[in-house]
């Protein structure tokens, strides 16, 4: 079995940033406790934007800029980046919430079983298990549950009732 760890957009921004939050910042141990401990190689996803934010469809609905390209709120945490090494395997900066080219890359690598964690369970984990399962929808997808934590526990609660609807494992 050939397993991928994708750790999703776990960015300064999103931990302790602007649309930080202490649900966030309560899964830092438990995600690098997981990336240290899976036998696998690890990809990492970066919510990527730039200076015209606030003039795209996402930040017309979401009007905080975050993540910009090349600001320390764009990095990932470096405990979490850290614990990686030595297992990453390349990091996917993505302008929107799912990212086709996460699916290109497990389905080039051959991955036989995909398992992601990190940041926002209701909005970026969400979308690219989505599409992970629309594209390889033979290959196991799943979302460790204690390494997510969503904008809001009940909407974490919500993203995970759907992906369970979706047949994405959550372990």
Not at 60 to 68: G, K
Not at 112 to 118: I, K, Q, R, W, Y
Not at 152 to 166: D, F, I, Q, V
Request: net charge negative; proline share 5%; with cysteine.
């Amino acid at each position: 079995m050939k397993s991928l760890l994708v750790v999703v957009d776990m960015q300064r921004d999103f931990v302790s940033g602007p649309l930080g939050t202490k649900e966030a910042q309560n899964i830092l141990p438990a995600v690098v406790r997981r990336i240290q401990e899976f036998q696998g190689d690890v990809v990492y996803t970066r919510d990527t934007h730039n200076g015209n934010y606030l003039q795209t469809q996402e930040g017309q609905q979401l009007p905080v800029v975050h993540c910009v390209q090349g600001t320390p709120g764009w990095e990932i945490v470096p405990e979490v980046r850290d614990a990686g090494k030595g297992k990453t395997v390349a990091v996917i900066d993505k302008p929107t919430f799912g990212s086709v080219a996460l699916c290109d890359f497990v389905e080039a690598g051959g991955y036989t079983a995909v398992e992601l964690v990190g940041l926002c369970t209701d909005i970026c984990v969400i979308s690219n298990a989505l599409c992970l399962k629309a594209r390889l929808w033979e290959i196991p997808i799943s979302v460790r549950v204690s390494c997510c934590a969503g904008v809001t526990p009940e909407s974490h609660e919500n993203a995970l009732a759907a992906m369970k609807m979706c047949q994405i494992h959550l372990v």
